[in-house]
C-alpha cells in the first residue's frame, strides 16, 4: 500500500516562491524582452517574498518551540523539517542570494538576452539548496542537492565565450557528479545498515537498537561526508575549487561557493550530529583529520598563489576546514554563525574581484590590486575589511565566528585539534596581509575605478555585517542559539 | 570613565576620519589637539588615583552572556603608569610626525585607533576583551610601519604582524582551555581575570598555558632569542611609529608577563624563574653587545631597548617588592627615555635623511640644543643617579639580587655596557669637529621640537629626583601579586625582598 504523503504547501512556500521567480523571469524575458533591470526585481521580488515567508516560519517555529509542539516542525509526513535550523539556513541562503545577484549585477547585464537564465539558474540554484537545508529525508536532500548543483555547474558555464568558464563548468560538473554519486552510495548504505531515510528516523534507530553490523554504517557515514566534503571544499576533496573559483564569472562566484558551502555544512552538520550521533566516537577523529588537512593544506597553498581568485579558492578550503572544526565541537550554533558570516565575507570579497576586473583584465591577478587603495578607496577600504574577517582578526564576525568553532572543540576534547587551527590562522593571516600589502603598501598610478551604486551597496552591507557581529556578536549569536536542529 | 578613555581616541579618529581631504592641513593638528584629550583625562585619573591595591574606577558591563565575556576596564598601579604614558606618548609622537607629507589623515586615524588599542590593553580586566585590544593594536601599527615606514617597511611590517600573531595565537588558545577549566570547576563560563585567578590547574596544564601566554609577551616584550623582528620594525617604523612602539607596544609584553602570568600561573611562574631570568640576562647582555657595534644610531637605540626590557623581564621574575616595582617603573621610564630617543634621531634624520653613525660627527657645535637633549636623554637611559633610569634600574638589581644573585651581577653588567654604547655613541655623533660639510649647516631645534622633547625631559627629572610619586601608587598593587602569589604556592619571597626591607635599602644607599 502506498500512502499518499500529507501535503502541506506552507513548509515549502520559499522554495516554491523561488522557482515560480524562476520560471517569471524566464517566462517574462520570453513574452517581453525587457531590460535586464526588470528581471532583476522580478528575481529580487521573488527572493524577498521567500525570505518574509521564511521569517514568519520562523516566528511559528519558536512559538510552536514554545508551546512544545514539536510535531507541527515537521512537514510532508516528516520528509521537511521546518526546525529553527532549517529556517536559519534558509534565510542564510536568501541572504546570500540577495548579495549575490547585486554583486553580479553586472554580470548578468553583460550577459545579454541570456541574463534572465542567469538569474533563473541562481534562484533555481537557492531552491535546491533551501529543500537541501530543511530536508528530513536523505532522498530529498540529495534532490536538493543535485537541483542545487546542477544549476551551479551551468551558472560557472554560463558565459560560453570564454574557455576558462567552459574548462571551469565542465571540471566543476565532472568533480561534482562523482560527488553526488558518492553521497547517494553511502545513503543506500545507510538504508541498507538501518532501514531507515529519514534524518530523525535514524537518530532514534541508533541510539534505540544495537546495530548489528555497524561497518556499514560506518562506511555509508564515510561516502557521505566524502560526498558533501566535495561540495564544500574540504581537503582532501577541494582540487576543483581553485579552478572554479578562477574560472567561473567572477560575479557570481561567491555567490555560488557561499551558497554551497552553507547547505553543504548544514547537511554535514544535521547528518554527523542529529542522525548517526551515536557513532561520534568513531567519525570524529576522521573529521578532525579532514579539519587538520584542510586548514593547513588551504592556508599553505593560499599563500603561494599569485591569484587572488585562487587564493580566496585556497582560502575557502582551509575555511572548510575552521567549519570542519566546529563539526568536531559537535555545537550547530558555531556552525551556523561561521557560515553566514563567511558566506557574506565570500560575496562582498567577490564583488570587489568582479569591479576590479571590470575595469581592467581578470580581476584575478595580485598586480592588478597594486595601490587599489588610491583607484578607489572604497574598494580597498571594503576588501581589507573582509579580509581581516576571513583572517579572523577582534572586531570583525570572522573573529567570533572562529572563536566560537575552537570554544566548542576545546570544550567536546579536541584541545590539539584547537591548536593546529589557531597556528593555520597565522599561516592564513599571511596571504590576506599579502593582499592588503597590494593594495595600500605599493603605489600604482593607473585609471581610477568607477564603483556602481548597487556593488558600493552590498560592500555596504557586507562591511556592516562583519564589523557589527564582530563587535555585537549577541545579534547573530542569540539568533543562532535558537537555530537548533530537532 | 575608563570607557570613556578607550573611546575618546577612536571619537577623534572618527572626526578626524571625516574632515574632507582638500583640506589636508587640518588633519595633524586637530589629530593632535584631540589627542591631548585623553592624555588630560589621564591625568585627572593619575591624580583620582588612591594608592590602594585592587582595580578603581572599575567598568563592567555584560557583552555576551552565554559566553561570560563582558566589557571590563579597571586600573590599578600596574596600568596606571602605562596609560598615563601612552596619552602622553601619543600627542608627541603625532607632534613629531609634521614630515609625514603623504596620506596624512590615515595616518593620523590609525595613530588615534592605535592609542585605543593600546588603552584598552592596558585596562581590559576581561581576558577575551584583552585579547581583541592585544590583537587590535596589530593592524593600525602595521599600517604605520608598511605605508610610512623606510625602504624595507613591507618586509618590516609583515614580519611584525606574523610574529606577533603566531604568539598571540597560542594565547587564544590558552584563554579557551582556562575558561574550559573555570566552566568545569564552576559550572558557568567567564573570561573575566578575577575569576580565572581561581582555576586550579594541574600541573602540566598550568605550564603549558603559561608558556602559551609566555611566548605571546615574551615576542611582544622581545625577549631573546624572539627579538629579531623588532630592530627591523624600529628601523623601517616613521619616528612616531618607533616612538609608540618602543614607548608602549612593547610594553604590552612585560604589563602581560606581570598581570596574567603571574597572576593565573602562580605555580608555574615560580618554576620558571630561572628560565626567564637566564633570558632575560641573556637579553640584556646581547642586546647591549649588538649596539655596541651597530652602524646605524637607530638600529642602536633599537637594541638598547632589548637591552632594557630584559631588566623589566628580570625584575618581574625576581618575585619580590623591589623587582616588581621596577619593573613596573622601569617600563615608564624606558617609553619616556627611548621614546625621547628615537624622537632625537628621527629629528636628525628628517635633517640629514641618514642615521648612519660615521656620517655625523661634531655636531655639538652645529646643535648645541639638540645635543644638550641627546646627552640629557643617554644618562637617563643610561642610569645616572638623579635621573629616572636609575630608579628603575636600581630596584630591579636589588630586588633580583635576593632572588637571583648571579643573574643580578650580571645583568649589573648591562649598565655598564648602556653606557659604552651610548657614550660611545655620543662621542661619534657629536663631539669632535665638525668635518662634513653637510653637517656644517644643520639647524639647532626648533621650538617645536624642544617643545616635544621638553614634557619627557621633565618627566625624567621629576621621576628620578622624587620615583614616590609613582612608587607610592605602584606599591599596593604589585605587592598584591606577591601576596597572591605567596597564597596560592608555597613560595615565600626570600628576605629581603618584601617591602620594607627594599624600602630601607634605597634610602640607606641614597
Not at chain 2, 608627541?92 to 588615534?112: N, W
Not at chain 2, 622601569?330 to 632625537?344: E, I, K, P, Y
Amino acid at each position: 500500500m502506498i500512502l499518499t504523503p500529507e501535503v502541506s504547501w506552507l513548509a515549502i512556500l520559499p522554495d516554491l516562491v523561488l522557482a515560480l521567480g524562476a520560471a517569471a523571469v524566464l517566462l517574462v524575458e520570453v513574452q517581453w524582452h525587457p531590460v535586464t533591470r526588470v528581471l532583476a526585481w522580478v528575481a529580487g521580488g521573488s527572493i524577498a517574498i521567500a525570505a518574509g515567508i521564511t521569517v514568519l516560519q520562523w516566528l511559528a517555529a519558536s512559538d510552536a518551540v514554545a508551546a512544545g509542539d514539536l510535531g507541527s516542525l515537521t512537514a510532508f509526513s516528516g520528509m521537511i523539517l521546518m526546525d529553527g535550523f532549517a529556517i536559519f539556513g534558509r534565510l542564510a541562503l536568501l541572504a546570500t542570494t540577495a548579495l549575490g545577484v547585486a554583486a553580479g549585477w553586472q554580470f548578468f547585464k553583460d550577459l545579454g538576452r541570456r541574463g534572465a537564465e542567469g538569474l533563473a539558474l541562481v534562484l533555481l540554484a537557492t531552491t535546491g539548496f533551501s529543500i537541501m537545508v530543511a530536508s528530513n529525508n536523505l532522498v530529498m536532500l540529495f534532490l536538493g542537492l543535485e537541483v542545487g548543483s546542477i544549476a551551479l555547474y551551468v551558472l560557472a558555464g554560463l558565459t560560453r565565450e570564454d574557455r576558462k568558464a567552459d574548462e571551469a563548468a565542465i571540471k566543476y560538473f565532472l568533480m561534482g557528479s562523482f560527488a553526488s554519486a558518492i553521497f547517494i552510495y553511502g545513503v543506500a548504505l545507510m538504508y541498507a545498515g538501518t532501514r531507515q531515510l529519514t534524518i530523525l528516523g535514524l537518530g532514534d534507530f541508533l541510539s534505540g537498537f544495537i546495530v548489528s553490523s555497524p561497518g556499514v554504517i560506518l562506511i555509508g557515514i564515510g561516502l557521505i561526508v566524502v560526498g558533501l566534503g566535495f561540495k564544500v571544499s574540504a581537503a582532501p576533496f577541494h582540487t576543483w575549487a581553485p579552478d572554479v573559483y578562477q574560472g567561473a564569472p567572477a560575479g557570481i562566484v561567491g555567490y555560488m561557493a557561499g551558497v554551497a558551502k552553507i547547505a553543504g555544512f548544514a547537511a554535514i552538520s544535521r547528518i554527523l550530529l542529529t542522525a548517526v550521533d551515536d557513532f561520534e566516537a568513531s567519525f570524529l577523529p576522521a573529521i578532525a583529520g579532514i579539519a587538520v588537512l584542510s586548514m593547513l593544506l588551504g592556508s599553505v597553498l593560499a599563500l603561494v598563489q599569485s591569484d587572488v581568485r585562487r587564493m580566496l579558492a585556497y582560502s575557502g578550503v582551509a575555511h572548510a576546514g575552521f567549519i570542519m572544526t566546529g563539526v568536531v565541537g559537535t555545537s550547530t550554533d558555531g556552525i551556523l554563525f561561521y557560515l553566514l558570516a563567511y558566506a557574506i565575507q565570500l560575496v562582498g570579497a567577490f564583488a570587489v574581484v568582479a569591479a576590479v576586473s571590470g575595469s581592467s583584465g581578470s580581476g584575478s591577478a595580485l598586480s592588478e590590486y597594486r595601490g587599489l587603495s588610491r583607484r578607489s578607496p572604497v574598494l580597498a577600504g571594503s576588501l581589507t575589511v573582509l579580509l581581516l574577517g576571513m583572517a579572523g582578526l577582534p572586531l570583525t564576525s570572522g573573529f567570533v565566528a572562529k572563536f566560537g568553532v575552537f570554544a566548542d572543540a576545546w570544550f567536546n576534547g579536541y584541545e590539539w585539534l584547537v591548536i593546529v587551527a589557531v597556528l593555520a590562522s597565522v599561516i592564513a593571516f599571511a596571504f590576506y596581509l599579502r593582499i592588503i600589502v597590494i593594495m595600500y603598501m605599493e603605489d600604482d598610478e593607473s585609471a581610477l575605478i568607477e564603483v556602481p551604486g548597487v556593488v558600493r551597496l552590498v560592500l555596504g552591507i557586507a562591511v556592516v555585517a562583519t564589523l557589527v557581529w564582530g563587535i555585537i556578536p549577541s545579534s547573530l549569536l542569540d539568533v543562532v542559539a535558537d537555530a537548533l536542529p530537532l | 570613565m575608563l570607557t570613556a578613555l578607550v573611546l575618546l581616541p577612536v571619537a577623534a579618529a572618527v572626526v578626524v576620519a571625516l574632515i574632507p581631504s582638500r583640506r589636508r592641513e587640518l588633519h595633524l593638528p586637530v589629530g593632535i589637539a584631540l589627542s591631548v584629550l585623553p592624555l588630560a583625562l589621564a591625568g585627572y585619573l593619575f591624580w583620582a588615583f588612591q594608592a590602594e591595591a585592587g582595580y578603581q574606577f572599575a567598568v563592567d558591563a555584560v557583552w555576551y552572556e552565554p559566553w561570560g565575556i563582558s566589557w571590563s576596564l579597571g586600573v590599578d598601579g600596574i596600568s596606571l603608569p602605562l596609560v598615563l604614558l601612552t596619552a602622553l606618548l601619543v600627542p608627541i609622537a603625532l607632534g613629531a610626525s609634521t614630515a609625514i607629507s603623504k596620506r596624512t589623515k590615515e595616518f593620523v586615524v590609525y595613530t588615534l585607533l592605535l592609542e585605543a588599542g593600546m588603552i584598552g590593553a592596558f585596562l581590559a580586566l576581561d581576558l577575551f576583551l584583552f585579547f581583541v585590544f592585544f590583537e587590535a593594536i596589530l593592524i593600525p601599527m602595521y599600517f604605520i610601519i608598511g605605508i610610512w615606514g623606510g625602504e624595507r617597511r613591507i618586509y618590516a611590517s609583515v614580519k611584525f604582524f606574523i610574529y606577533t600573531a603566531l604568539g598571540s595565537a597560542l594565547m587564544l588558545a590558552a584563554i579557551i582551555g582556562l575558561a574550559f577549566n573555570y566552566s568545569e570547576q564552576f559550572g558557568t563560563l567567564s573570561f573575566a581575570l578575577e575569576d580565572l585567578m581561581q582555576v586550579t590547574l594541574s600541573g602540566g596544564t598550568e605550564r603549558w598555558f603559561f608558556a602559551a601566554f609566555a611566548l605571546a609577551f615574551a615576542i611582544k616584550v622581545p625577549l631573546f632569542p624572539l627579538h629579531t623582528w623588532l630592530p627591523d620594525a624600529h628601523v623601517e617604523a616613521p619616528t612616531a611609529g618607533s616612538v609608540l612602539l618602543a614607548g608602549v607596544l612593547l610594553k604590552l609584553g612585560t604589563y602581560g608577563l606581570l598581570r596574567f602570568n603571574l597572576s593565573l600561573f602562580p605555580e608555574a611562574s615560580v618554576d620558571a624563574v630561572p628560565i626567564m631570568g637566564v633570558l632575560a640576562v641573556i637579553g640584556i647582555i646581547y642586546g647591549a653587545l649588538v649596539a655596541i657595534v651597530q652602524p646605524d644610531l637607530k638600529k642602536l637605540v633599537a637594541y638598547s631597548s632589548v637591552s632594557h626590557l630584559g631588566f623589566i623581564v628580570l625584575g618581574t621574575f625576581a618575585l619580590t617588592s623591589g623587582g616588581l616595582q621596577g619593573a613596573v617603573i622601569q617600563n615608564v621610564n624606558h617609553g619616556l627615555t627611548t621614546g625621547a630617543l628615537f624622537l632625537l634621531v628621527g629629528m636628525i634624520y628628517e635633517r640629514r635623511h641618514t642615521k648612519e653613525i660615521s656620517e655625523f660627527g661634531g655636531l655639538q657645535k652645529v646643535m648645541p640644543v639638540f645635543a644638550g637633549f641627546f646627552l640629557f636623554m643617554t644618562f637617563a637611559s643610561i642610569g645616572l643617579p638623579g635621573l629616572n633610569g636609575f630608579v628603575g634600574e636600581f630596584l630591579v638589581l636589588v630586588g633580583s639580587y635576593a632572588t637571583l644573585p648571579v643573574l643580578a651581577i650580571i645583568a649589573a653588567f648591562g649598565v655598564v655596557l648602556a653606557a659604552i654604547y651610548l657614550l660611545w655613541a655620543y662621542e661619534r655623533v657629536f663631539t669632535g669637529i665638525p668635518d662634513k660639510e653637510e653637517n656644517r649647516v644643520l639647524l639647532d631645534l626648533s621650538p617645536r621640537e624642544i617643545g616635544l622633547l621638553a614634557p619627557l625631559a621633565a618627566l625624567v627629572l621629576v621621576l628620578g629626583l622624587y620615583p614616590s610619586v609613582l612608587l607610592d601608587k605602584i606599591a599596593p598593587s604589585t605587592e598584591s601579586v606577591l601576596d597572591h602569589i605567596e597564597s596560592t604556592t608555597d613560595y615565600v619571597t626570600p628576605e629581603p625582598g618584601r617591602l620594607d626591607d627594599v624600602y630601607v635599602a634605597e634610602e640607606g644607599d641614597s
